[in-house]
């Protein structure tokens, strides 16, 4: 055998394939000097207590300065965590994110009594203020939901402790990070052509992706039994972290964890909830695709091994990264060439740092800060999987564009909820375009069965991730205690029921729940799934040229925050209160379904 193939180290990568931070901050110097000067600025904050709602005057001032602070602070967090990604193993990251965590602390700590205050004031009293300062009307929304959620603020005295929890309540998620990408390593395995090759958190899909049906087996084995382990750890970690939510979830008087979270943003718990029960109602159509799998790759059974390698015979090659980029732009022009002039600006000035290094975080994702452009973390291996990553995360990124160029700081952070929309349209889009421009029956099959596996892993599978967090988070609340058994059987069990009788479910999958970073921000992946309902809604509408389609898909990239993202999607022509866009993109699945097997 060769020697193995090993990933590069963090300083050997090519820097024009690598994102430049310094924007953000010119070194690690410039970040310490803005560090010093933020921790100097955080006591004026806490002067202001007792005075905010004398005036309006007093208002205006304050929230003006609190966005100031939290603006230079956002930009410390960014860089210390981007530097932190980019190398797990670097140490000086490890210890600027670590301060920017506990600046973010001390921040919150000096506004601890900022929405007590606020909740004094009656709607009469803001309406003059509204009149008295033209320039709150900046904050109308800000003020408003703030108020909204009066009854499960506290006391000043009560919110400041819980500010002081902030820190150590990241406690299990950073646990979990730096373990999942610094600490925990895969064995090698055969590539199938006689090479060793290393499974890394990058390769894993990769692997999974072969034809090659022993290289896919060796990988799920040896990334499976590697977790397993470190099974008591990992549910021990697992586990605080839920104790941790709903420590959080009593305090503020919330009757779940799940309503915690979602009141954060005003969305209702029968989204979640509908969700789940109109899935279950579709789960027909998924073992439809079970069942069509096994047959085109012709196995006796189905394993949960065999679940990512394409079910169509196509020799796709190797993209490279810079066919990848016109493959994205081609496909994006439907939404007008301003999206893709703001595309190319990002594709050529190092918004992305675009391959795998040692100890770089896996996955990918984008981030911004106001004012900034945005970035772009990949791990970029070259398949056509990689491609609708970077069509994705470049969504995300140019919906934080838009945002930034037409509204203030304040409204700018759109809501999570909304936030994988404009990043699933893009990939429904480029699939729509690869599907029109084929030129062959076994291509437009291929693609297919790529539009197929992105249901199952968009709606089908963060649907029972979704399911998994309810069913844990309200046991934890019954006091029923969070065992690695318990997990492992939760997690084996709705495998069983979302993939059906036709598929052999290994008893390593039961482990998978410990691999899944998102466990630890809590009731996020249902977005996922919704998200991808909201995408298909406007990228129909966009591509059959529907009268204004365009301009309310643009009006919703550019709102930001401003107006509650239940409001916003059903002003742009899609209510998500009415679960029809989840059906509707569920039967977009059932025929894709359909037209494969007229190929075949």
Known sequence: MTETNRLPLRSDVETQNTWDLSPLFADESAFQAAFKSAVEAIPVL?????????????????LVEKDRQALNIDALYSYAFQMSDQDTGNTRAQAMKDQALGLYTRFFSAISWESPEIL???????????????????????LEDTLRQKPHTLSAPEEEILSLSADMSYGPQTIFNIFNNADLHFPSIDDGSGNLVE??????????ESSNRQVRKDAFMG???????????????????????LFFTKTRKYASTMEAHLDNHNIPTTVYTSLIDTVHEYLPAMYRYVELRKKLLNLDELHMYDVYTPIVHYDSPYIPFGKAKDMVLDGLVPLGQDYLDKLKEGFDNRWIDVYENQ?????????????????????????????????HEMGHSLHSCYTNENQTYVNSNYNIFVAEIASTCNE??????????????????????????QFKGTLFRQTMFAEFEKITHEKEAAGEPLTCD?????????????????????DEIAMEWARIPHFYSPFYVYQYATGISAAIAF????????????????????????????????????DMTTGEPVKAALKVFESAIDKLIEIF
Request: proline fraction near 2%; charge should be negative; hydrophobic fraction near 35%.
């Open 223 to 245: 990334l499976y039994h590697t977790y397993e382990s470190f099974k008591n750890t990992l549910a021990a970690t697992y586990s605080a972290n839920v104790k941790k939510e």
């Open 359 to 391: 100890g770089k975080r896996s996955g990918a994702y984008s981030t911004c800060v106001y004012g900034t452009h945005p970035y772009v973390l990949l791990n970029y291996q070259g398949n056509l999987d990689n491609v609708f990553t970077l069509a």
């Open 486 to 506: 318990v997990l492992c059987s939760i997690y084996k069990e709705l495998n069983q029921l979302y993939f059906g009788e036709n598929m052999v479910i290994d």
């Open 46 to 62: 806490a002067d202001w207590r007792g005075q905010i709602t004398k005036s309006a005057k007093n208002l205006l001032d304050y």
């Open 428 to 453: 429904y889009l480029l699939i729509s375009h690869l599907l029109e421009t084929s030129e062959s029956k076994e291509e437009k099959a291929y693609l297919l069965n790529h539009l197929m596996d």
């Open 120 to 142: 004094t004031l009656t709607p009469e009293v803001l309406k003059n203020y509204y009149i008295e300062e033209t320039g709150l009307e900046n904050y109308r929304h800000f």
């Open 199 to 208: 499974i890394t958190h990058g390769r894993f899909i990769t692997l999974m």
């Open 539 to 574: 990228g129909t509408k966009i591509l059959a040229k529907e009268p204004g389609a365009l301009e309310n898909y643009k009006k919703f990239l550019s709102s930001g925050c401003s107006v509650d993202c239940m409001d916003l999607l059903k002003d742009c022509g899609v």
